[in-house]
């Protein structure tokens, strides 16, 4: 079972990074390593933050390109002792079900497929309707691009998406409460907004049915990263209590 929240530990180099690591060790919330400190760092910084963590390191990279070879690349991260990783579901099924197959055959026979979660990016957080429609040319709304690739996502065998809290809602009214719906784009509204577009509060995210927040800038910026932390902490567990669950879903 994932934490509701990680912390985008999207810092320039290993000594930043697990220094953010440390102050939050303890926290329920789980690290996420995203594409700066991966390319810099490599697979030893997700050692050392598995060391540091009782759940899962969430390895974002978005993979995406042909299936041979998302499928070898899912293999090797796996290989590598990673469990839990994304992939672009721009990519298409057949690139989907091939990175699920790659990480199944990596698994080592003591461990079962139900250790691997593997998630499908569907539409950046920092990408607007205006974007849908302009610049990837698709004339639909983000719920309906995202509910879409939700839908193919599942159908290809992964364990949820990752979507703006916007689109939680139709993901799980398309794919049902147990399809995990992981989101990005959170924010405080005293936080800066950044680069992001589909933002929404922690508890408004909740209730509308997202699984785990990734928060990065709001912690990792913060004064005190440790404080910060425990405010969204504090605010997924007191809306978790109270968020409506969906009969029958
Ligand atoms: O700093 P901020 O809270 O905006 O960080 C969000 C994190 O989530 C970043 O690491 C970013 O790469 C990641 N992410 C995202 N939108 C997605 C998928 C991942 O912002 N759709």
Redesign the pocket.
Known sequence: MLPSLYI???APDKEAALALAKQCQGLPLGF?V???LFYGEGMPIVRNLQALSDYPVFV?L?LHDIPVTVERAAANLVRQGVRFF?IHAQGGPVMMEAAKNGAIEALPATDSEDSLTILA???????SAHDVNQHLQANVSPNDYVAHLAKASQAAGLNGV???AKEATVVRDACGEGFLK?T????LPENIV???QR?MTPEKAIHAGATTL????????AANPCVAAQTFCAAVASASCAAPTKAGA
């Open positions: 985008a530990l999207d996420k995203g594409m700066e974002d978005k994304n990016v569907t539409l950046l957080t920092s990408l990752v979507c703006s992981i990005p784009g959170i924010r950044g680069d992001q933002v990734v928060v990065g800038r709001p912690i990792t910026q």
